[in-house]
């Protein structure tokens, strides 16, 4: 850092989970921007279900000297919480702190990197497969979140056409894990009826938790019910170093 430039903090906003493996990885990539924006103080927080809560990291970073604060949401889409709750706590955090710049980062949609991501978590499924099956035999379904939001939603969809124009499947669906419809499991069961001799289920999520381990069970019970179909199971986000771009480059925005 330059004699004089201002200290600027990273504050890494989580949703937060009841399942510990997702924290561990929220953690995991955090550590992992650490190394990659060695220069930069940062700090993770959570909304609800795990702790440090977003307001104790803010305070470390205050703590720590910074003199602007970078808050990245650490999330795929703007439904309520990227839209209402986070904006509320970095509010109210800079309103009791009028000594340090908040900056409030985009949270990090579709980008083109996370495209790529997400078609090389799809080619991973694909290469443990037990059987070559052409692509215009694969039906993909992208499984989301699913929330009130219809933006977010939409999103969904929307990622599941371009997978599916990219790739070459034969076929693209959406599901989601709840709130929205089709539900996982429902939506597995009609796809299975597609006549398609592969099914490649991605989860369009950046951490595990009890929606994606729900998502990979609801696949298991759908594929024991048709021994005649392969079911794929591909492997979400995580710490894919393209998901690791793109947080940097919102640090950059």
Known sequence: MKEGAVKTGIMVCGHGSRDPDAITEFEKVAGSLKAKLPDLAIETGYLEFARPILRDGFEKLAARGVGRILALP????????????????VNSFAAQHPGIEVRFGRELSIEPKLLKAAAERIEEAEARARQAVPR??????????????????????????????????????????GVAHPLVEPGLRQAAKMGFRRIVVFPYFLFTGVLVKRIYAAAERVAADHPEIEFLAAPYLCDHPLVLDCFAERVAE
């Open 136 to 177: 215009a035999e694969t039906l993909l379904v992208v499984v989301g979140r699913g929330t009130n939001d219809p933006d977010a939603n939409s999103n969904i969809a929307k990622l599941a056409r371009m997978l599916w124009e990219g790739m070459g499947f034969g076929w693209a669906e959406t599901a989601f894990s």
């Open 74 to 89: 650490g999330m795929l889409f703007a439904a309520s919480h990227v839209k209402n709750d986070l904006p509320w706590e």
